[in-house]
């Protein structure tokens, strides 16, 4: 079975500090992909950053970066110089080969002004 | 360009009743997926479709059909809701493969709160 496992219900971070989000994953698959996605209170789902698992080289999107250890199954979220509209519930996310997706039970990130 | 639009938002629903939601989007995507999201247990995937005229199980079926007669529509149908069923259901769609720009990534509608009483 695929399974995401998010540990940090809730986490919290300074203004202007760096926050990493952790993730889990299990797998016998070699070809897969990792999302995390964002949902701030509107509820809307927003693409963060993505890592394709062939690659060896961590995705990184403006203040965003992953830190992905396939032999561990980790894929952990680095949010570096947060903001405050960084504030939202964050959600990491599996996909194996077939189509399916496998979500965390995500991780409220709160911002301190 | 709209996206993926799922109506209704709300809906409330008395247990036995049937009802479908609706997703259609614009983008050409042959993947389609319905998910069901509750309190402390992340999305869950229920069905979803890599083309018309082809549908699968995912985590959660039991309660819920589908359909993909096209492929721009992808309806998700409770045929007699129960309570368990009150939940937020996110429609998401993709292109699949390699080499697309987006490809695998879910572009997901904004969402309907379904209450069954």
């Known amino acids: 079975a695929q399974t995401v496992t998010q540990s940090q219900p809730e986490m919290s971070v300074q203004e202007a500090e760096t926050v990493t989000l952790s993730c889990t994953y299990d797998?016998?698959?070699?070809?897969?992909?990792l999302f995390w996605y964002k949902q701030p209170p509107s509820r809307q789902m927003i693409l963060v950053i993505r890592?394709?698992?062939?690659?060896?080289q961590n995705a990184t999107e403006n203040r965003f970066s992953v830190n992905f250890q396939k032999a561990a199954k980790s894929f952990s979220l680095k949010i570096s110089d947060s903001q405050l509209g960084d504030a939202a519930m964050y959600f990491c996310?599996?996909?194996?080969?077939?189509?399916?997706?496998?979500f965390g039970t995500g991780t409220s990130l709160t911002v301190i002004p | 360009n709209a996206g993926v639009t799922q109506t209704p938002k709300f809906q409330v629903l008395k247990t036995g009743q049937s009802m479908t939601l609706q997703c259609a989007q614009d983008?050409?995507?042959?993947?389609m997926s319905w998910y069901r999201q509750d309190p402390g247990m992340g999305l869950r995937l229920i069905h979803y479709?890599?083309?018309?005229?082809?549908?699968d199980q995912g985590e959660v079926p039991n309660g819920y059909n589908v359909s993909r007669s096209t492929t721009e529509d992808f309806p998700l149908r409770l045929l007699s809701a129960a309570p368990s069923q009150t939940s937020v259901y996110f429609c998401?769609?993709?292109?699949?493969?390699?080499?697309?720009?987006?490809?695998?990534?879910?572009?997901f509608g904004a969402g309907s709160r379904l209450t069954v009483l």
């Open positions: 479709s890599v083309g018309a005229g082809i549908t």
């Open positions: 998401a769609s993709s292109y699949v493969g390699t080499g697309i720009p987006g490809a695998n990534v879910l572009t």
């Open positions: 996310a599996y996909r194996r080969t077939g189509n399916q997706f496998y």
């Open positions: 890592q394709e698992a062939y690659k060896q």
């Open positions: 983008m050409n995507h042959e993947y």
């Open positions: 797998t016998s698959e070699s070809d897969y992909y």
